[in-house]
């Protein structure tokens, strides 16, 4: 992956959130033991998220001749092995490769449909050196863009590339930029949007953990573009790594001069503070966003007036999203026609994806706008996790909806996954199989839109709780007939009457999972069922007379005491008793125990 | 909670406060940071400590309390010695993470947001950990443990029991 040349080996251990996670820090100070107490000479660095998460522990090697090779599952046992055998005998362990410049490997299809644009530097570059981001062309189109374009000219060029905003609704950028300039004002504002909120995502955390540069130059370009000279960074406090990676770079890039007064001899000065996001779901929307900036509750407010006219203290702000800012600097260096190459007619571009759920590869992929759904689910992401059929992914979190199996076929731009009725929204994937079930879904994104509704509106606040009330009423076996029909109703109602995006998109998981799987609604409510054998008050654990063994193993992990049973005698459950925890059949292993 | 020192009385308690709004202008866009601040020095938000920030920087009761109340990030009560934050993400969510919540509410017999009696541990969903691709996971302290089962969960409040010889 990184071409830059050594005169020895290098080892580059992958420390994001999810590589720290699996252990990555243990694993980087087994290397720093071995290459301490060794005579060969290695360096040994580290980098960002480089994708392919559900390898983690991942290690690069880059051998002297620049060539690369990645391991996977790396543990510090591992890691001594690899130090042995790559570094000091020259063989490289090749049942552990996961990626190679010089080598097949069975994940070479996990990268073959990417396309990396946004995430160019992420787990390449070490994220707190600002070095190896200037090598990989860091603040190369800043430079350009003071040097020899106008602010006009900056806009033209985004306007042209079709970048569109890739914090959810998709509305295109250089509008947005020409919007903020035009409006009047002396003291104009930039503002991140690196909230994050959709449970389950985290693109925007892995470029701000793995290229912090990329975000500061695209807000410094937005800066130059509408006339504003100071940029704030939202972010959720609950990214540490993020936090503590930005303000490295922040920092760094004062030292350079490219961030303060002056900037490369010209009159144009940036400066960039960060604000950290306190735990609310709903500082995700703009103008709530500006709100919790300026120190209250993180409401929304009415627009118009829109940011770019009254903003951060009434002053006009851009805001967008991390992912938008990190394809500016791109698209200044290359020109917008080679960033248009990329996507569809309405949709240029690539946007990055969190792969995750019941995905057998999990991971950031970053793909060109366009590609069929199909493409990332099996050639990227290998299929389910569980090898079982494929149900339903779901697509921009509590405000999106599911495509269902039968559109797998579906292209992913703005307007094809828009017909869905599912949307782009930031990058969030989630993958379901057959043991999940729809209206479980739909459950668990209403409580987590109820929990998180301001409050401000009525039918935000109280109609997704009666919503609420009625999908775990279905999920316990107690749905009636005209259950359905309320929801839709209700939907509708919320949607017309909410202030804000939570409230007018909330009813959309119900809506398409209604669409879609309107017959699982249906068993739960007429037949008492649950299709995919998942809500407790409509299944039964049940043990099959002539596979039980009587090995007892059930009985003791049971914590209710629910089973049982003599040393080699068949097992009985006691369904009163019994809560359904599943403990017992995943400890069977003669397949014995199932739900019915 | 033995909050106050009792020998020289205001003054140790408070230092942490001190320092922290000496950092601050103690305006209103000051407020979320100041809280922050205060949350990692004392672990929440303590009342009395509330009532001096708004003694001190003129800032009303209502905001402060208003702003405490409404993001869920602030604490206005103890947590107990070790956080255990269990992830309710989607894709923990889609690997079966509720179950885990039951299991751990059951093995220390608090609900979610509780504290156990002996104070020992406090459980708390979050929303994604980050580490969707270990789903289901939790973090106790600083440590991660993924591709959790009900079963795994259990074993590992009982590890953390047996080490203290409990
Ligand atoms: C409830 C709600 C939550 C949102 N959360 C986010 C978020 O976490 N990140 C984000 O970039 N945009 C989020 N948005 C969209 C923002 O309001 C805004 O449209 C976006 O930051 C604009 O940036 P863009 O044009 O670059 O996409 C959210 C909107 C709503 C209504
Ligand atoms: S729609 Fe919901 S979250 Fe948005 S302003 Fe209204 S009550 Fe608040
Ligand atoms: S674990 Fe399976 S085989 Fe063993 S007693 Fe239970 S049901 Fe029978
Ligand atoms: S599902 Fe859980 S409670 Fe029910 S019998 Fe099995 S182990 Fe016991
Ligand atoms: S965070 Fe480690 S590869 Fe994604
Ligand atoms: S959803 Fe649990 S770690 Fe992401």
Redesign the interface.
């Known amino acids: 992956m990184n071409n830059l040349r050594n005169d020895y080996y290098k080892i580059v251990v992958g420390l994001g959130?999810?590589g720290?996670?699996?252990g990555a820090n243990k694993v980087y100070d087994t290397f720093k033991g071995i290459i301490e107490k060794s005579d060969v000479p290695v360096t040994l660095d580290e980098t960002g998220c480089m994708g392919m998460?559900?390898k983690?522990v991942l290690v690069e090697v880059i051998n002297p001749d620049g060539k690369s090779v990645i391991y996977g599952e790396v543990t510090p046992e591992k890691a001594n092995k690899i130090f042995e055998s790559h570094i000091v005998e020259g063989r490289p362990v090749v049942e552990w490769i996961v990626k190679a410049d010089d080598m097949e490997t069975s994940e070479d299809s996990f990268f073959s449909k990417q396309m990396r644009i946004v995430l160019r530097r992420c787990g390449v570059i070490n994220p707190e050196s600002i070095d190896e981001a200037i090598a990989m062309d860091a603040y190369k189109a800043i430079e350009k863009a003071v040097k020899t374009m106008t602010p006009e000219q900056v806009i033209e060029e985004v306007l042209n590339s079709g970048l569109r905003g890739r914090g959810g609704a998709g509305f295109p950028t250089g509008m947005k930029w020409k919007f903020a300039r035009s409006s009047e004002g002396s003291t104009k504002y930039i503002v991140c949007n690196a909230d994050e909120?959709?449970?389950?995502?985290?693109m925007d955390?892995s470029v701000l953990e793995g290229d912090p540069h990329s975000v500061i130059e695209g807000m410094m370009i937005a800066g130059y573009a509408i006339g504003a000279e100071e940029g704030y960074i939202y972010v959720r406090?609950?990214?540490p790594l993020a936090i503590k990676r930005l303000k490295i770079a922040i920092k760094d890039a004062e030292e350079r001069g490219f961030l303060g007064k002056n900037i490369f001899g010209t009159d144009f000065s940036f400066k960039i503070k960060i604000?950290?996001?306190?735990?609310?779901?709903v500082c995700g929307e703009e103008t709530a966003l500006l709100a919790?900036?300026?120190?209250?509750?993180?409401m929304p407010r009415i627009r118009p007036p829109f940011p770019a006219v009254k903003g951060l203290w009434e002053k006009p702000t851009n805001i967008n999203n991390v992912e938008t800012y990190a394809n500016v600097p791109y698209i200044i260096l290359h020109g917008a026609a080679e960033y248009a190459k990329y996507g569809t007619e309405k949709s240029r571009g690539t946007k990055v994806f969190?792969l995750?759920?019941?995905i057998a590869k999990?991971?950031l992929v970053e793909v060109p706008m366009g590609i069929p759904l199909r493409e990332i689910i099996y050639d990227i992401g290998g299929g389910t996790s569980s090898g079982k059929k494929f149900k339903a992914v779901?697509m921009g979190?509590p405000s999106g909806g599911c495509i269902p199996a039968e559109l797998i076929d579906t292209i992913i731009d703005y307007d094809s996954v828009n017909q869905t009725g599912a949307i782009m929204g930031s990058g969030?994937m989630?993958?379901?199989d057959e043991d999940?079930c729809m209206i479980d879904?739909a459950r668990?994104?209403l409580t987590?839109t109820q929990k998180e509704s301001?409050g401000k509106c009525t039918f935000c606040r109280i109609g997704t709780k009666r919503m609420l009330e009625i999908l775990e009423r279905i999920t316990k076996g107690e749905g009636k007939e005209g259950d359905i029909e309320l929801l839709e109703e209700l939907s509708m109602n919320i949607k017309k009457n909410s202030l804000c995006g939570l409230g007018q998109t909330a009813p959309n998981p119900v809506l398409t999972t209604i669409k879609y799987f309107r017959h699982e609604y249906e068993a739960h409510i007429r037949d008492k069922k649950c299709p995919a054998k998942q809500c407790k008050a409509l299944i039964e654990y049940k043990i099959l007379e002539d596979k039980c063994t009587g090995c007892t193993a059930c009985s003791r992990?049971c914590?209710v005491k629910a089973i049982s049973g003599e040393v080699k005698k068949v097992h009985k459950i006691d369904s009163s008793i019994c809560?359904r925890?599943?403990?017992c059949k995943?400890?069977c292993r003669f397949g014995a125990i199932i739900v019915e | 909670m033995a909050n106050k020192c009792c020998c020289n009385g205001r003054s140790r308690y408070f230092d942490k406060f001190d320092e922290i709004l000496s950092k601050y202008e103690g305006?209103?866009?000051?407020?979320?940071?100041i809280?922050?601040n205060i949350q990692d020095a004392y672990g929440y938000l303590p009342q009395d400590i509330l009532d001096e920030l708004c003694n001190r920087t003129g800032l009303h009761p209502s905001q402060v309390m208003?702003?405490a109340t409404?993001?869920?990030?602030?604490r206005l009560k103890p947590t107990g010695e070790n956080l255990i934050k269990l992830c309710?993400?989607?894709?923990?969510?889609?690997?079966?993470a509720e179950?885990v919540a039951?299991?751990l509410a059951?093995e220390l017999k608090i609900e979610i947001g509780g504290t156990t009696e002996d104070g020992r541990f406090t459980l708390e969903t979050?929303?994604?950990?980050?580490?969707?691709?270990?789903?289901p996971?939790m973090m106790i302290g600083d440590e991660?443990y993924?591709r959790l089962?009900?079963?795994k969960a259990?074993k590992i409040i009982r590890g953390f029991y047996k080490n203290w010889g409990e």
């Open positions: 959130s999810c720290i996670a699996a998460c559900y983690e909120g959709d449970p389950g995502a985290f955390r406090a609950e990214y604000k950290e996001g306190a735990g609310a779901f919790s900036i300026e120190g209250k509750r993180g969190a995750a759920g019941k999990g991971g779901q979190g969030g989630i993958v379901m999940n879904i668990f994104f987590f301001c992990v914590p809560t925890c599943g403990a995943a400890t | 305006k209103e866009a000051d407020l979320i940071p809280l922050q208003g702003v409404f993001y869920s990030q602030f309710f993400g989607t894709a923990c969510h889609v690997n079966g179950k039951e299991a059951d979050v929303a994604c950990l980050g580490c969707c691709s270990l789903a996971v991660t993924g089962t009900p079963d259990r």
